[in-house]
């Protein structure tokens, strides 16, 4: 598949035909993954492929807690955990008890223990240079040494045939994974990645064009166009 093909049409996967990722395949997809940037080049990543069937029961049951969460705020019409317009976030928009007590039908999620191919990706702490950290408001960068890990996942099963979703929900019962997968300090949970044969592959992502989001020289410039 040519490089364009695979960068437009790496969209979110959850329904997956009922055909398992070979441990070849598997391995590809990491092994290309693994070319992806971290600051300083530390590569502080570590994938826990999991595939005991209880492990994969409770890792379920945790991503429908948060996405209780997620879908409470969502509902509210707030954009779930997001900082204020002061850069910083301050607390939960709804009432989280009352929101991981609520039915949110998620067919996705429901089904999370039988994905063909269940990732966690963990990060070591330790090895991201946050440079902006200490800054007054939302720290962003530490991110930037994984998640092109994380997309290169995506991006590598897509060129050969797989589609998936990266879904960080579950970070939010992030003490329950560590405990759960045996993940030590100082290392953190990214993300959860759910791979597989697509029931439908997604060829026309909506995304805004380049004019929307690209200026020239100051923020409020004019659109860059070519
Ligand atoms: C940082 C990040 C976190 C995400 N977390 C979740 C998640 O927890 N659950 C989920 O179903 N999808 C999750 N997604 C997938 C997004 O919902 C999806 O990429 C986006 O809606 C675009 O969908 P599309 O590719 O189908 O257009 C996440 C994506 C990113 C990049």
Redesign the pocket.
Known sequence: MDFSTVVRT???V?EFLDEPVPDSELHTILDHARFAPSGGNRQGWRVLVVRDPDIRRQLRDLYQV??RE?VAHVAEGKVPFAPGPDRRWHGPAVDLDAARASEAPNP?GDGLDTAPALLIVAVDLTQLAVIDNGLDRQSIVGGGSI?PFCHNIMLSARDRGYGG??????CREEEAVRELLGIPDPWAVA??IALGRPVKQ?TR???DPVEDFTVVDRFDGTAFEA
């Open positions: 790496t969209g979110a959850r948060s996405w997620y996705f998640y979703v990266m879904t960080t929900a579950i993300a959860l997604p992502l909506r995304r």
